[in-house]
């Protein structure tokens, strides 16, 4: 309502403005023809004057009239240089960034909701270097001012940045024509003010920031890489440095193409997903998800039977499956897909250049066209005072500490309520743990939906595992023979009493001590690199948990798809890295998997979209499994089958998502998802269901209305309705 009044009002404006045709005011001859009395007003009441001369000036630039280059010639001649200048640098900028405001109000959410995801791009651009841009634009005459205004107002701009780099922009030209104005009576058409040359000269001055900005950062890249000197000749085409998932696929691209690839681990084969992540945590799941079941086997007809068990026989479990996996990511296996294997620590040494320190004691230096860094990340501990002197685990070492232990630690705090968090609570809690999550968060899984999030609190709760969200761990202490953590909740501090600390408050890249620095390779929490994995140097790549901007074994995986390719072939051709259809999976009990947007990410980019919502207690399979807990979530463009993003809550969650990404990717909506045949009592049928749960809300009523009159009339009868 608000704004269909501002929009009647601002129609209303320019309406009678040229109604009673108030711009023959606002011609050359006109101000030369009432120059004399304007100046006999101005030196009656100077102030005055000045004032309502501001007022007009800031209306006619703020309702985009045509107007403005005369009112800024009458500022000279009736104020002089120095106040006709202030006076319109001023009155020109806040009529501009009232425009801006009002474009902004009346239409940035419709065009960032319509276009949002299309002008990603342009809005990250803007946030980037939006003050150049319009800097640029205010100095080069291409677009006229008033359409600046309003285009600027729909971009995420600070209107504060619009402001003041609107004013410094548009200072020359207001110098310029105010001067002008200073002589009025020279001046027989607009076109005189500014000479082709005085034009060319703003141009200049107008692309001078940008352009230097670029040539800048240009010089910086070629003096850090000038430095060095290629070799003649090459001892490998591709070095990749680390073993864990973005290593492993790497290497085993480079030998499948035949190229001589060499792949340096300083550790362990498979790096943390086989060793220390996702293989021990979802063996661990699994054991305590039988613990579960064997104590609720009620629910199935059998006699409920507590779970008896050693933990250490658990863990051993546990090691027996990561040994099981192993030989999927060992020497053996890489060294017969043709991979040269090197068991040691790598540093870089040149672009071209790795130095090796062999685990045998030697040192080995090769050369190489290319260098794929896939160093991973390791386990952020939070610097608690007290924290090293009551001890911690981290998912690193958990698995080797807790490895003996005949029952799982009788209070287990974890830090941290994101996936790795919460998976691991549940376990230990399902094993005989008293957990408690403490999580500085409102809630657990920040990235999720707050549905999602709630879903999975609400079972944890039911499980017995203690939920200490809005809470911030203080420090750890001893007290007496208790080792506790001190955590502050509500204003006030609150002891926690634990046997064992586990911190998962994320995990950071390894970025010191293997030669970035040296190099000069930009960092920023992760390896910095271009849309094709370079880093500043073109031929050192960088991919998984190191690269970012996920941390999931399939995402370094797919990184290392474009990295291999690039460093191989990318003399002949590039790709870049495309991240759109990422699935991931929290592998709680029910799981979440999540695909594109959710609700909560459609909302901050600003893009419409529909829910479709089916509930797991509707799907047979589920029932018949005793896990109706959770539901399928679809958003899909408004009016359209068009599936922005996907999240699913419930048994074979990650599984079921397989569907909607092979959908997704393909550009199939949920009316192809609704057609397909899904084997019956099949939890794959979630998909096909929540799909029509979309099309009955999309059914034609008016047609349907038309055929139940075309039955009933088959009938012979009357329609009812
Ligand atoms: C508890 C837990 C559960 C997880 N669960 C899942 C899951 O269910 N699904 C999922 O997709 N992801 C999961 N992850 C994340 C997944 O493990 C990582 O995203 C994945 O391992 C990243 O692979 P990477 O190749 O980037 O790095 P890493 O696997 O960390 O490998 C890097 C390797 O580089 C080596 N290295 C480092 N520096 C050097 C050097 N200078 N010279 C030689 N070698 C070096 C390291 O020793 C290491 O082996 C989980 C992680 C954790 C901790």
Redo the contacts with the bound molecule.
């Keep these: 309502m608000k704004k269909i009044s501002l929009v009647l009002l601002l129609v209303a404006l320019v309406v009678a403005f040229f109604a009673f045709d108030l711009q023959q005011f606002l011609t050359l001859n006109n101000l030369k023809a009432g120059m004399a009395q304007f100046e006999a007003w101005r030196a009656e009441q100077p102030v005055l004057v000045g004032a309502v001369y501001f007022a007009v000036y800031v209306v006619v630039t703020a309702l985009s009239l045509p107007g403005a280059v005369i009112m800024t010639l009458a500022g000279g001649a009736l104020f002089g240089l120095f106040w006709g200048v202030v006076l319109v640098s001023f009155a020109s900028t806040i009529g501009a960034t009232l425009a801006f405001l009002v474009a902004r109000y009346l239409l940035q959410d419709t065009v960032q909701q319509r276009f949002g995801r299309r002008l990603q791009a342009l809005n990250k651009g803007v946030e980037k270097e939006g003050a150049f841009y319009l800097f640029t634009l205010r100095l080069v005459p291409v677009f006229p001012f008033f359409v600046i205004n309003l285009l600027m107002g729909l971009t995420p701009m600070p209107a504060r940045t619009f402001y003041w780099v609107s004013q410094v922009g548009m200072l020359a030209g207001t110098v310029v024509y105010v001067n002008a104005g200073t002589q009025l009576a020279q001046v027989n058409a607009l076109g005189d003010i500014m000479s082709p040359s005085l034009l060319g000269s703003f141009a200049l001055l107008g692309v001078f920031p940008l352009v230097t900005k670029k040539i800048l950062a240009w010089i910086k890249r070629r003096r850090q890489r000038a430095q060095y000197t290629p070799p003649k000749k090459y001892d490998r085409n591709l070095i990749v440095?680390?073993?864990?998932?973005?290593?492993?696929v790497s290497a085993y691209i480079a030998a499948a193409v035949k190229a001589k690839v060499t792949l340096?681990?300083?550790?362990?084969m498979?790096?943390?997903?086989l060793?220390?992540?996702?293989v021990?945590?979802?063996a661990l799941i699994k054991s305590a998800k039988v613990a579960h079941q064997m104590r609720h086997a009620d629910q199935f007809g059998l006699n409920p039977a507590p779970p008896e068990f050693s933990f250490r026989k658990v863990m051993q479990r546990v090691h027996k499956v990561i040994q099981a996996v192993a030989p999927h990511d060992s020497i053996e296996r890489y060294t017969g897909l043709g991979v040269e294997v090197i068991q040691?620590?790598?540093?870089l040494r040149d672009p071209w250049t790795v130095e090796i320190e062999c685990r045998d004691g030697s040192t080995q230096t090769l050369t190489t066209r290319s260098v794929i860094l896939?160093?991973?990340?390791r386990?952020i501990v939070p610097p608690l005072p007290g924290i090293e002197g009551t001890g911690y685990v981290t998912?690193?070492t958990l698995w080797s500490a807790f490895a003996e232990m005949d029952t799982p630690p009788s209070r287990l705090v974890i830090l941290g309520g994101g996936?790795?968090g919460c998976?691991?609570a549940q376990s230990f809690a399902r094993l005989g743990s008293a957990v408690t999550i403490v999580e500085m968060g409102e809630r657990l899984l920040t990235r999720e939906d707050t549905d999602v999030a709630q879903h999975i609190s609400a079972t944890l709760h039911n499980e017995g595992v203690l939920l200490m969200t809005d809470t911030k761990a203080v420090r750890c202490e001893k007290q007496g023979e208790q080792k506790v953590l001190v955590v502050q909740r509500n204003g006030s501090e609150e002891v926690v009493p634990f046997d064992a600390l586990l911190c998962a408050v994320g995990?950071q890249a390894?970025l010191e001590?293997?030669g970035l620095e040296a190099l000069g390779i930009e960092t920023n929490r992760v390896i910095t690199t271009n849309e094709y994995l370079e880093t500043l140097h073109p031929n050192i790549y960088a991919?998984?948990?190191?690269a970012g901007p996920?941390?999931?074994?399939?995402?370094?995986a797919h990184q290392a798809w474009y990295a291999a390719v690039n460093a191989l072939f990318g003399h002949f051709k590039r790709f870049k890295v495309d991240y759109r259809f990422m699935p991931?999976?929290t592998?709680t009990d029910p799981e979440v998997a999540r695909l594109g947007l959710n609700e909560q990410d459609a909302k901050e980019q600003g893009v419409s979209y529909e829910i479709t919502h089916f509930p797991m207690a509707e799907l047979d399979r589920a029932i018949v499994d005793g896990a109706t807990g959770g539901f399928v979530k679809v958003l899909t463009v408004p009016g359209k089958d068009r599936i922005l993003g996907v999240t699913i809550v419930g048994d074979h969650a990650g599984d079921l998502l397989a569907e909607f990404v092979l959908a997704m990717k393909h550009g199939l909506g949920l009316n192809k998802i609704l057609g397909t045949i899904h084997a019956y009592p099949g939890w794959t049928e979630a998909n096909k269901y929540a799909a029509g749960e979309w099309k009955k809300a999309h059914a034609p009523q008016g047609v349907l209305r038309w055929l139940e009159r075309y039955h009933a009339w088959r009938r012979g009868r009357r329609a009812s309705t």
């Design positions: 440095i680390g073993a864990g998932a973005g290593g492993l340096i681990e300083t550790h362990e498979g790096g943390d997903c060793n220390y992540g996702c021990p945590s979802k040691g620590y790598a540093r896939a160093t991973g990340a386990p998912s690193d996936p790795i998976e691991l995990r390894r001590g293997y991919v998984g948990d190191v996920f941390q999931f074994t399939h995402a370094a991931w999976t592998y």
